[in-house]
């Protein structure tokens, strides 16, 4: 590999147009090739697309002939597994979109061949990767609150937007809501506690949204709201407040973490942080500034562009994946916990679905 990595692009609808984006913008990357079996999103690609970057309607062809040094997978959740079955024969390093698969069983067949792939592989958690969020985790890991005791993560926002195919209406394809969108929070509860998962309780249904759609005869099925309490190993408690039928809200995101000696907030995308301490007692709030050519491109706060960014340095320096297989299948599998509890109406402990 050159200082330049060559990235191809396999699926580009709406995620795989963001990475493209930031891989425009991004030193040091460059796209040279991306593959979709559908025509509209090629369109799309290549409207932003230089004329030498090669399109490809079949992976196994763009695998074959185009100069890539690495690759960025963000077709649909349940065509994971499979479109990554040629990647790992070619040994190409990859950025894997979330969610890793839509079930725990595949998740870990994906986690079994990522272990001898002999390229970096990266799941795409980028909600790591955002400036508040990280600043909030540079103060955790500080110390500023002493020993974390909880943690709330709230997601308010829009309805799912339209995909592809409308593949995002049905559980089969996703996985469920609290696979297909929640495993970023439950792999940010894994981040931020630095702990392990025991038992899942939640509460959820699918109450406002898409009821009065249909597909070839079906209704969507799949959840808009939800609250999911996860006990921790060390006794830490986590809960997740989701509601996708609030675009009444300032902010998208908001996180609450706090210890026997503080309690920090992030905002998104108000881009704040507000730091506590108990004793003597103050909040400060802190501004975290994200670059603006990254916020114009559009990238989920900065997020898929420092993500991207993270992955090219592993690249050059070799470390290893910030995210690895298995935390993609760890979130997969809290996201499958919170399913099966929600819909069996108890309490799921992970031993039941790992
Ligand atoms: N990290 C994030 O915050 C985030 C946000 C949105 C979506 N995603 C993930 O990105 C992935 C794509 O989601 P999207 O919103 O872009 O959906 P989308 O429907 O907009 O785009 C998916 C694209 O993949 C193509 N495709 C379908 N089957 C394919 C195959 N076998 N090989 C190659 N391409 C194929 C489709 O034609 C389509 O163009 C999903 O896994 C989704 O969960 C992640």
């Known amino acids: 590999m050159g200082d330049t990595v060559r990235f191809g692009i396999i699926g580009t609808g709406m995620m795989g147009q963001e990475h493209l984006r930031m891989i425009k913008l991004l030193p040091g990357a460059e796209l040279t090739a991306f593959a979709d079996p559908d025509s509209g999103s090629r369109f799309w690609a290549r409207s932003v697309s230089d004329d030498s970057v090669q399109e490809y309607s079949d992976t196994a062809e763009l695998l074959k002939k185009a100069p890539v040094d690495a690759l960025v997978i963000a077709s649909p959740n349940h065509t994971h597994e499979e479109v990554l079955e040629p990647v790992f024969e070619s040994g190409i390093p990859v950025l894997c979109e979330k969610p890793l698969c839509t079930t725990v069983e595949a998740s870990k067949r994906v986690v079994e061949r990522a272990e001898k792939h002999p390229g970096l592989f990266w799941v795409g958690m980028e909600y790591r990767y955002?400036?508040?969020?990280?600043?909030?985790l540079q103060e955790l890991r500080a110390g500023t609150i002493g020993s974390l005791r909880m943690l709330a993560l709230r997601e308010h926002r829009f309805p799912f937007l339209p995909k592809v195919g409308n593949w995002n209406r049905f559980n089969r394809n996703t996985g469920g809501t609290l696979v297909e969108k929640c495993c970023h929070f439950f792999d940010l509860m894994r981040l931020i506690t630095e702990d392990e998962a025991v038992r899942v309780y939640?509460?959820?249904?699918?109450?406002?949204?898409?009821?009065?759609?249909?597909?070839?005869?079906?209704?969507?099925?799949?959840?808009?709201?939800?609250?999911?309490?996860?006990?921790?190993?060390?006794?830490?408690?986590?809960?997740?407040?989701?509601?996708?039928?609030?675009?009444?809200?300032r902010n998208h995101e908001e996180?609450?973490?706090?210890?026997?000696?503080?309690?920090?907030?992030?905002?998104?995308?108000?881009s704040t942080v507000l730091?506590?301490?108990?004793?003597?007692?103050?909040?400060?709030?802190?501004?975290?500034?994200?670059?603006?050519?990254?916020?114009?491109?559009?990238?989920?706060?900065?997020?898929?562009?420092?993500?991207?960014?993270?992955?090219?340095?592993?690249?050059?320096?070799?470390?290893?994946?910030?995210?690895?297989?298995?935390?993609?299948?760890?979130?997969?599998?809290?996201?499958?916990?919170?399913?099966r509890s929600a819909l069996e109406r108890r309490p799921v402990e992970m031993s039941e679905v790992l």
């Open 255 to 270: 996180i609450a973490a706090v210890g026997d000696a503080g309690k920090l907030e992030c905002f998104v995308p108000n």
């Open 202 to 249: 939640a509460s959820g249904a699918q109450d406002v949204n898409h009821l009065d759609e249909e597909y070839d005869g079906e209704t969507p099925d799949i959840l808009d709201n939800a609250y999911v309490i996860v006990d921790f190993a060390s006794g830490k408690r986590a809960l997740l407040d989701l509601c996708m039928f609030a675009e009444a809200s």
């Open 275 to 339: 730091i506590g301490r108990r004793n003597p007692h103050s909040v400060e709030e802190v501004e975290v500034p994200v670059e603006e050519a990254v916020m114009k491109a559009g990238g989920h706060h900065g997020a898929t562009y420092f993500e991207l960014e993270a992955f090219v340095e592993a690249l050059h320096s070799g470390a290893p994946p910030d995210v690895s297989a298995h935390d993609g299948l760890m979130a997969v599998a809290i996201g499958a916990a919170a399913e």
């Open 130 to 136: 955002m400036p508040p969020l990280q600043r909030m």
